[in-house]
T-cell receptor
Framework: NAGVMQNPRHLVRRRGQEARLRCSPM?????VYWYRQLPEEGLKFMVY????????ESGMPKERFSAEFPKEGPSILRIQQVVRGDSAAYFC??????????????FGPGTRLTVL | GENVEQHPSTLSVQEGDSAVIKCTYS??????FPWYKQELGKRPQLIID?????GEKKDQRIAVTLNKTAKHFSLHITETQPEDSAVYFC????????????FGTGTKLQVIP
């Protein structure tokens, strides 16, 4: 059973370019969470998605950042016109869903974005 | 929203000693408290969790305690080993249809051989 997959693992972009980060959840999971981790810092929640729906994007910057989780295919976190401050590790996590139970989040290996 | 505070931010212990990491949370509706271990350059991995209907849970050298009244929970690692060196994150979330997990700021544990 493959775990959460993220690609690319490392991404280098120049200022002003676009970055696309992909996340495939664990088999059977329909909930995806994106987190950002700056060096030597904790995990900051960005967005929570279910298939075709954004449930909570309260942690995502209003501009340049967007996320989707289409019916088919991976979840994508898109950062437009990247700036140096976007350099960070971006982790995706997934969980299963039952209406009233606690669901562990499984993390992917992360995408390390470097903006030159 | 939920706010999770974690202390200390760094912790050094001699191999074989115990390590304790403490967290507090603000939302009384939170009832699930996972702990994650993150080794350098790796993904966070769940090491233990506790639900609000229990006060303590043990798994070999790791234990977690929860005080719901005081909104405190703690991670205890006994007989520490060098491979326990990592960053540890506590977290809190609510049960139900939407499980947003709020993480603490992390504790960097160094076990000195």
């Amino acid at each position: 059973n493959a775990g959460v997959m993220q690609n690319p693992r490392h991404l280098v972009r120049r200022r002003g370019q676009e970055a696309r980060l992909r996340c495939s959840p664990m088999k059977g999971h329909s909930h995806v969470y994106w987190y950002r981790q700056l060096p030597e810092e904790g995990l900051k929640f960005m967005v929570y998605l279910q298939k075709e729906n954004i449930i909570d994007e309260s942690g995502m910057p209003k501009e340049r950042f967007s996320a989707e989780f289409p019916k088919e295919g991976p979840s994508i976190l898109r950062i437009q016109q990247v700036v140096r401050g976007d350099s960070a590790a971006y982790f995706c996590a997934s969980s299963g869903m039952t209406g009233s139970s606690y669901n562990e989040q499984f993390f992917g290996p992360g995408t390390r974005l470097t903006v030159l | 929203g939920e706010n999770v505070e974690q202390h200390p931010s760094t912790l050094s212990v001699q191999e074989g000693d115990s390590a304790v990491i403490k967290c507090t949370y603000s939302d009384s509706a939170s009832n699930y408290f996972p702990w994650y271990k993150q080794e350098l350059g790796k993904r966070p991995q769940l090491i233990i969790d506790i639900r609000s209907n229990v006060g303590e849970k043990k798994d070999q050298r790791i234990a977690v305690t929860l005080n719901k009244t005081a909104k405190h929970f703690s991670l205890h690692i006994t007989e520490t080993q060098p491979e326990d060196s990592a960053v540890y994150f506590c977290a809190a979330s609510s049960r139900g249809g939407y499980q947003k997990v709020t993480f603490g700021t992390g504790t960097k544990l160094q076990v000195i051989p």
